[in-house]
């Protein structure tokens, strides 16, 4: 089958969740015989050293008529502001308007003029903008979250007042969207039951399929990590890492330094424009890392203080193939069929993340338990084994 694979950027590098589960979904098709070429925006900075990397794994980038790419310029902070502005009035939600380009439609059209395709797949609701508008192919979108249920938890649980107001017109934005896009489709992927259900009651239709990531198992339990190190891998410019970090470093880590003096933390991600984060000791903020493996080899306990989001957290899959154990909120691990106690360690509130993280640190037992369940699990729903019965069928 020949696929036009339509996302928001190219699947590369695979240092966030939705390039690590674009990539797995291209390289499955692939491995099925499908042909599939990628049209994308390219982020300047790595548009030539990742666009050769896909290359080299035969991966067809779609360009425009003239040859080239359409890349992401980084707006600053005032652009963003106007932007928005001049979105508030449209029934687009922002999160879609921003990535319109009147080029990047006009090269999709003329591909599909003038090529044979028999699937038009598109990563990310935001995307489907670009659906061509021709019939006689199957149209299949992939979503990472629930755009509208993402947005209502971050309107009930965000820490600042400008974002909160700014999630509850994303929300309305979105219930409509939603409704008039997802029936465009043959075929919706998600990532876990709990996005299936909510995609149903929208479309009230049975053509959604649950497609987990898939992640490979990388080392096991290590015995000589650092005693009291934990570790947060996630972009501070996504609003629920940002606000899970802000409210972790206000409500959990003063607590925690009474308790163990010699504790410190790791956050390793792409920082806010602007710094809003509490300065305590024993945090360390690395910005981004390209090569987290260091991180990943020697931290204690990984942690999940998200408050709001949907979709699927990949970070704790990615741990869990580090053979690092994990302590997650509730919202943190939703879609994950985990269970308090046997993967990973799931709290409700500040107070009880203190304790389970002071009493992880303590028990090597309880560690050594949580990190081989997560393995089981791991090799029981996130093998390449079981994606490729899905798709098979």
């Given at each position: 089958?020949?696929?036009?694979?339509?996302?928001q950027?190219?699947?590369?590098?695979?240092d966030?969740?939705?390039?690590?589960?674009?990539?797995?979904?291209?390289?499955?098709?692939?491995?099925?015989?499908?042909?599939?070429?990628?049209?994308?925006?390219?982020?300047?900075?790595?548009?030539?050293?990742?666009?050769?990397?896909?290359?080299?794994?035969?991966?067809i980038?779609?360009?425009?008529?003239?040859?080239?790419?359409?890349?992401?310029?980084?707006?600053g902070?005032?652009?963003?502001?106007?932007h928005?502005?001049?979105?508030?009035?449209?029934?687009?939600?922002?999160?879609?308007?921003?990535?319109?380009?009147?080029?990047?439609?006009?090269?999709?059209?003329?591909?599909?003029?003038?090529?044979?395709?028999?699937?038009?797949?598109i990563?990310?609701?935001?995307?489907?903008?670009?659906?061509?508008?021709?019939?006689?192919?199957?149209?299949?979108?992939?979503?990472?979250?629930?755009?509208?249920?993402?947005?209502?938890?971050?309107?009930?649980?965000?820490?600042?007042?400008?974002?909160?107001?700014?999630a509850?017109?994303?929300?309305?934005?979105?219930?409509?969207?939603?409704?008039?896009?997802?029936?465009?489709?043959?075929?919706?992927?998600?990532?876990s039951?709990?996005?299936?259900?909510?995609i149903k009651?929208?479309?009230?239709?049975n053509?959604?399929?649950?497609?987990?990531?898939?992640i490979?198992?990388k080392?096991?339990?290590?015995?000589?990590?650092?005693k009291?190190?934990?570790?947060?891998?996630?972009?501070?410019?996504?609003?629920?890492?940002?606000?899970?970090?802000?409210?972790?470093?206000?409500?959990?880590?003063?607590?925690l330094?009474?308790?163990?003096?010699?504790?410190?933390?790791?956050?390793?991600?792409?920082?806010p424009?602007?710094?809003?984060?509490?300065?305590?000791?024993?945090v360390?903020?690395?910005?981004?890392?390209r090569?987290?493996?260091?991180?990943?080899?020697?931290?204690?306990?990984?942690?999940?203080?998200?408050?709001?989001?949907?979709?699927?957290r990949?970070?704790?899959?990615?741990?869990?193939?580090?053979?690092?154990p994990?302590?997650?909120?509730?919202?943190?691990?939703?879609?994950?069929?985990?269970?308090?106690?046997?993967?990973?360690?799931?709290v409700?509130?500040?107070?009880?993340?203190?304790d389970?993280?002071?009493?992880?640190?303590?028990?090597?037992?309880?560690?050594?338990?949580?990190?081989?369940?997560?393995?089981?699990?791991?090799?029981?729903?996130?093998?390449?084994n079981?994606?490729?019965?899905?798709?098979?069928?």
């Amino acid at each position: 089958m020949n696929i036009l694979y339509i996302t928001q950027t190219l699947p590369l590098p695979l240092d966030n969740g939705g390039n690590i589960k674009s990539y797995s979904t291209i390289s499955l098709l692939k491995k099925l015989g499908h042909n599939v070429t990628i049209f994308s925006f390219v982020d300047d900075e790595y548009k030539i050293k990742y666009e050769k990397m896909l290359k080299e794994k035969d991966f067809i980038i779609g360009k425009t008529k003239k040859n080239s790419f359409i890349t992401i310029k980084r707006n600053g902070f005032v652009k963003i502001i106007i932007h928005y502005l001049l979105n508030f009035l449209s029934i687009k939600p922002y999160s879609v308007s921003k990535f319109y380009c009147k080029d990047f439609a006009s090269s999709i059209e003329d591909y599909v003029k003038t090529h044979q395709i028999d699937c038009v797949w598109i990563g990310y609701l935001s995307m489907s903008q670009y659906l061509p508008e021709e019939t006689g192919y199957l149209k299949i979108l992939e979503q990472h979250n629930v755009d509208s249920i993402f947005y209502w938890r971050m309107f009930q649980n965000d820490s600042f007042l400008r974002w909160k107001i700014f999630a509850f017109f994303e929300w309305i934005k979105y219930l409509l969207y939603e409704k008039n896009q997802l029936k465009k489709f043959d075929k919706i992927t998600v990532m876990s039951d709990v996005d299936k259900y909510f995609i149903k009651n929208i479309t009230h239709r049975n053509n959604i399929i649950v497609t987990p990531p898939t992640i490979k198992y990388k080392i096991p339990f290590n015995k000589n990590r650092e005693k009291k190190t934990l570790l947060f891998v996630g972009s501070l410019r996504w609003y629920p890492n940002k606000d899970g970090i802000y409210w972790y470093l206000k409500s959990i880590h003063p607590k925690l330094i009474k308790l163990i003096p010699d504790i410190h933390i790791n956050i390793i991600g792409k920082l806010p424009r602007r710094n809003i984060f509490p300065i305590y000791p024993g945090v360390k903020f690395w910005g981004y890392q390209r090569n987290l493996e260091r991180f990943w080899k020697k931290s204690t306990v990984f942690i999940v203080p998200i408050r709001y989001g949907s979709g699927l957290r990949l970070k704790i899959l990615e741990a869990m193939s580090w053979g690092i154990p994990i302590i997650s909120t509730d919202e943190g691990a939703k879609g994950l069929e985990v269970k308090n106690g046997r993967e990973i360690l799931l709290v409700q509130s500040g107070k009880d993340f203190t304790d389970k993280i002071e009493l992880l640190l303590n028990k090597k037992n309880l560690q050594k338990k949580l990190v081989e369940n997560a393995y089981i699990f791991l090799s029981k729903n996130h093998s390449l084994n079981k994606l490729q019965k899905i798709f098979t069928t």
